[in-house]
């Protein structure tokens, strides 16, 4: 148990200091000190969820989508998230969150460690062309984040 927090914990450091990330000012994403337990207690197919029965869908229909829609389990789609949110600064989570839904009502499942779901993704958020700069960036997220799902695989 303590070799996978210390290994979790080295590639959440790694993913943040490759990509230069900044910490989030959003309930449930924020991973300061003070709102760690906040990010714990809601995860990210509870507020996807929450959403769902937001637009009309019922609980059980709504749980259902939101387990279909993320590939990995909530900590590491929330450093997922986390490290996309961070590169990709003119997205919000709340855009993002709403477009997850978008994406859950059509039973798509979403690949944070996707370069091409992460282009179509933020292409959609942005509703414009996509400069060099911000696909490089976007290659280097999927890069981390495909590499974290790599290890959650081997040492999970």
Do not use: C, P
Request: hydrophobic content about 40%.
């Amino acid at each position: 148990m303590n070799a996978k927090i210390l290994i979790f914990g080295t590639l959440f450091l790694l993913g943040n200091m490759t990509l230069g990330a900044h910490e989030l000012n959003r309930e449930g994403m924020n991973f300061s000190e003070e709102n760690r337990q906040g990010a714990v207690r809601k995860g990210v197919r509870d507020e996807l969820k929450e959403r769902l029965i937001d637009r009309g869908l019922d609980e059980d229909a709504a749980s259902a989508l939101a387990e279909k829609t993320f590939k990995n389990s909530d900590i590491f789609t929330s450093i997922q998230i986390h490290n996309y949110l961070a590169t990709i600064e003119t997205v919000d989570y709340d855009a993002l969150m709403d477009h997850m839904v978008t994406r859950a009502l059509f039973e798509k499942e979403t690949d944070f460690g996707s370069y091409d779901s992460l282009v179509a993704m933020t292409r959609d958020l942005k509703s414009h062309y996509l400069e060099k700069e911000t696909l490089e960036k976007l290659s280097q997220v999927s890069l981390v984040n495909n590499n974290l799902h790599a290890k959650q695989i081997v040492y999970m």
